[in-house]
């Protein structure tokens, strides 16, 4: 009995504080943002009044003939078969009749009198738009303005009342692992909520110029198109407009175009029916872990400027070939597909700090942004290559050659031969193509061109400035014993 007094007086105590504390630790824990599954009840029903579902139709015509199954359309049909059913020469010449096509959106409310943010190719091709609220009331919708280029469109519907509508939030501040709300219609199954969290940030899909996409495992299936992406504050932070799959349903990989694009995109199409976007006039190329090497970098980062547009606000403000642009009015360009879309945001006019990397040291530069035209896209290449030889001849480029080849510039070697399965080969050189740099030394003769690679011998790799149809890009090619 004393014992057990003992241990109660001086063991009690300690239990209860341990307690207390592994309480208060577990409370701080639930509270934290993320620590586990929020409940997202009153965020779905508050948020969900703003998202809409989009019904389009469009008129197409189809063949009336069964054979359209059988022979396509720049194919002559077989003389018995003509003869047998009665069918026209081709099948294009076959009557037509008129068809009716269907697709389902979403979108988002972003005015109180009726503004709807969707995507573009949910409403592109469609003769009429009709859009169901979360009441069920249905309205005919028009197009304010498209932008193929960002896969944005503005509509707008002619409401009784004012609408609920979103807040937008700054897809810059998300984070990788934070938690995320979808909201839309997948396969027409309206006011459906799927969660998840930001898998990674500045994806490129599709080879898009402006390809900056949220990836999120939240689930996105046909019908989400345009339907927005919210973080736990309950603001937009996106818009779904794609998912990756083998099926043609979830897997977990999806993507939403940022909010502060979309807001962009927006003010613009409002206001004007149309973008314009900034321009910096440099064709660049993703920085890979050899020519992040060959160009003094710790890691491969930025965005590798290959060449830089005559009389564009890059060539003004001093960019250089070879130039690694890292960062981009202070924000890190990770890798190259960040940096059209930062580029494209800015507004016409503003001047933009950049921080890149010359010759292994940084510098600073400010280049005022230029109006992009259509026709001033920006051009990527990202092709490298590796091999155990060079395996190419080249040729003194000199005036008299150039003239006959079309050339209207005679400096560099021109490359005569290539061997199949080469290093040359496998990195994408061609014949026809001109040499202009070896290891960022000029060659314009034999000489020179051999030198420089003697000098290589001692690298791990080459690295060649490449002319090809007017543009320049960087190859490199790994030497191996």
Known sequence: MVYVLHYRKHI??????????LALTLFSVRSAQGAYPPDFADLAEKLSPTVVNIYTTQTVAVSSSPHQFFFPDDMEIPEPFKRFFGMPDRPEKAPKREMKRTSLGSGVIVTADGYILTNNHVVEEADEIHVTLNTFEEFEATIVGRDPKSDVALIKIEPTADLPFVSFGDSDKLRVGEWVLAIGNPFGLQKTVTAGIVSAKGRAINNESYGNFIQTDASINPGNSGGPLFNLKGEMVGVNTAIFSRTGGNIGIGFAIPVNMAKNVFAQLKEHGKVTRGWLGVMIQQVTSDLAENFGLDRPIGALVGQVVPDSPADKAGVKSGDVI??????EVSQMSMLPAMVANTSVGEKAKLLLIRDG???????EIGKMDDEAAVLTDTQTGKSKKLGMAVQELTPKLAESLGIEDSQGLIVTDINSGSAAAEAGINRGDII?????DKVESISQYKKALQAAQEKKSILLLVKRDGHTRFVVIEIKE
């Open 436 to 440: 202009l740099e070896i290891n960022r």
């Open 326 to 331: 890292i960062k981009y009015n202070g924000k």
């Open 12 to 21: 009690l105590p300690g239990a209860i504080l341990f307690f207390m504390g």
């Open 361 to 367: 040291k940084k510098q600073n530069l400010t280049v």
